[in-house]
């Protein structure tokens, strides 16, 4: 049975704090990558202690970068990931960085947005994505990971093309069904699908549509209450044999008890939704 989780931070990113860890008592999460100056041998040996304590699994490290802006569709285009070419040689390093942290702490995954990779196979940049995330892969293989893609600034075709390009096999996706009806790039259910023999973690969230899907942001909302179907989601996840966590993101870092609550509602409704599945 699929075991739930949720999106945590230590001091970076806006997953939930240890205090929420705590009170919900799930038994798995993903984190965000701590800063840069957090990722030390002891804060390492502190967090190892800190989640034996609590019973939690770490499933996948997150990367992150300074200068990342998600205030429109057009600023993710220039400021996301390892997509835009004055930062992509440090954040390259970043991330090597932090696939040896992620190792430290007893996990085998690693994961990050991308960014917005050009569409066109014969643009010059693309073949130079190709090969950093090829570089990145590649130090992921020597510490016995797999790099995972989230999902959603491409369709399911393009991240396919771009997974084939790239030619790894520890190169998977997490896939985020919320993320496809954000940027406007697809119905979630129909890319999973297409997306099943990559996907190897999972976000469990939920938006509604942009009136102008693909130009303007749609809208992230409690799990339940948008467009994603979550029911149908976790059967769908079921009919591709998927049997990682169930992740769930909330960021609304700005409402601390909102996200608590909701995300305690979240937990609730996956599991009587999961419970049904499997009877």
Same mark, same amino acid.
């Given at each position: 049975? &699929?075991?739930?989780?949720?999106?945590?931070?230590?001091?970076?990113?806006?997953?939930?704090?240890?205090?929420? *860890?705590?009170?919900?008592?799930?038994?798995?999460?993903?984190?965000?990558?701590?800063?840069?100056?957090?990722?030390?041998?002891?804060? *390492?040996?502190?967090?190892?202690?800190?989640?034996?304590?609590?019973?939690?699994?770490?499933?996948?490290?997150?990367?992150?970068?300074?200068?990342?802006?998600?205030?429109?569709?057009?600023?993710?285009?220039?400021?996301?990931? =390892?997509?835009?070419?004055?930062?992509?040689?440090?954040?390259?390093?970043?991330? @090597?960085?932090?696939?040896?942290?992620?190792?430290?702490?007893?996990?085998?995954?690693?994961?990050?947005?991308?960014?917005?990779?050009?569409?066109?196979? &014969?643009?010059?940049?693309?073949?130079? *994505? $190709?090969?950093?995330?090829?570089?990145?892969?590649?130090?992921?293989?020597?510490?016995?990971?797999?790099?995972?893609?989230?999902?959603?600034?491409?369709?399911?075709?393009? =991240?396919?093309?771009?997974?084939?390009?790239?030619?790894?096999? &520890?190169?998977?996706?997490?896939?985020?069904?919320? &993320?496809?009806?954000?940027?406007?790039?697809?119905?979630?259910?129909?890319?999973?699908?297409?997306?099943?023999?990559?996907?190897?973690? $999972?976000?469990?969230?939920?938006?509604?549509?942009?009136?102008?899907?693909?130009?303007?942001?749609?809208?992230?909302?409690?799990?339940?209450?948008?467009?994603?179907? @979550?029911?149908?989601?976790?059967?769908?996840?079921?009919?591709?044999?998927?049997?990682?966590?169930?992740?769930?993101?909330?960021?609304?870092?700005?409402?601390?008890?909102?996200?608590?609550?909701?995300?305690?509602?979240?937990?609730?409704? =996956?599991?009587?939704?999961?419970?049904?599945?499997?009877?």
């Amino acid at each position: 049975m &699929n075991p739930i989780g949720v999106f945590a931070s230590v001091d970076a990113g806006l997953g939930v704090s240890w205090d929420v *860890i705590k009170r919900i008592g799930v038994p798995t999460i993903q984190l965000h990558a701590p800063h840069q100056g957090s990722r030390t041998t002891a804060n *390492i040996e502190r967090l190892r202690t800190q989640m034996k304590e609590m019973g939690v699994e770490v499933t996948a490290v997150f990367g992150g970068f300074e200068g990342e802006s998600y205030a429109d569709i057009p600023t993710v285009g220039r400021t996301i990931g =390892l997509v835009p070419p004055t930062t992509r040689a440090s954040r390259l390093a970043e991330m @090597i960085e932090i696939s040896d942290f992620t190792r430290g702490l007893g996990c085998d995954t690693v994961a990050l947005h991308i960014g917005v990779v050009p569409h066109d196979r &014969n643009d010059p940049d693309r073949a130079r *994505i $190709v090969e950093v995330t090829q570089t990145l892969c590649d130090h992921c293989t020597a510490n016995d990971q797999y790099l995972h893609l989230e999902t959603g600034q491409e369709t399911a075709e393009d =991240l396919i093309a771009f997974i084939h390009d790239c030619d790894r096999t &520890n190169l998977r996706i997490n896939f985020d069904p919320a &993320n496809m009806i954000l940027y406007g790039m697809g119905q979630p259910l129909d890319a999973l699908r297409q997306l099943a023999p990559w996907v190897r973690s $999972v976000h469990c969230k939920d938006a509604t549509w942009s009136d102008q899907p693909g130009v303007t942001w749609g809208r992230e909302v409690p799990l339940g209450q948008g467009a994603v179907d @979550i029911k149908a989601y976790l059967q769908t996840l079921r009919e591709i044999n998927y049997e990682g966590p169930l992740t769930i993101e909330r960021e609304i870092p700005e409402d601390p008890e909102r996200q608590f609550r909701e995300i305690g509602d979240a937990v609730r409704l =996956l599991e009587r939704y999961r419970d049904e599945i499997a009877t």
